[in-house]
């Protein structure tokens, strides 16, 4: 069974940093296009950012420039390196193992879910 195990929300004042971290299973990993999506209340879950096997990145609208996505093969672990919060980025952080990095409808696992929070 896929776990994907999130961690490293909070809640910070705008214009503060945070690291999101996400720990997988080495066949997920390894097979899958790693990613994190994100909820705001009230509104549908987005695509933040991708990364695929060979360490190839994507990135959506308005955090481009801002987060950062990566991953340590030795750990098992996604991160999402966040910047320059801003209040509107406060949402539900998800990591996400997708077929296809350029599909962000092919999910097939999710964790469960980071809580971040900006205030202004």
């Known amino acids: 069974q896929v776990q994907l195990v999130e961690s490293g929300g909070g809640s910070v004042q705008a214009g503060a940093s945070l690291r999101l971290s996400c720990v997988a299973s080495t066949y997920t990993f390894m097979t899958y296009c790693m990613g994190w999506f994100r909820q705001a209340p009230g509104k549908e879950r987005e695509g933040v950012a991708t990364?695929?096997?060979?360490?190839?990145?994507t990135y959506t609208g308005s955090m481009k420039g801002r987060f950062i996505i990566s991953k340590d093969r030795s750990k098992r672990t996604l991160y999402l390196q966040m910047n320059s919060l801003k209040p509107e980025d406060t949402a539900m952080y998800y990591c996400?193992?997708?077929?296809?990095?350029?599909?962000?409808?092919?999910?097939?696992?999710w964790g469960q879910g980071t809580q971040v929070t900006v205030s202004s």
């Open positions: 990364v695929d096997s060979d360490g190839i990145t």
């Open positions: 996400a193992a997708l077929r296809d990095c350029y599909n962000l409808q092919s999910v097939d696992y």
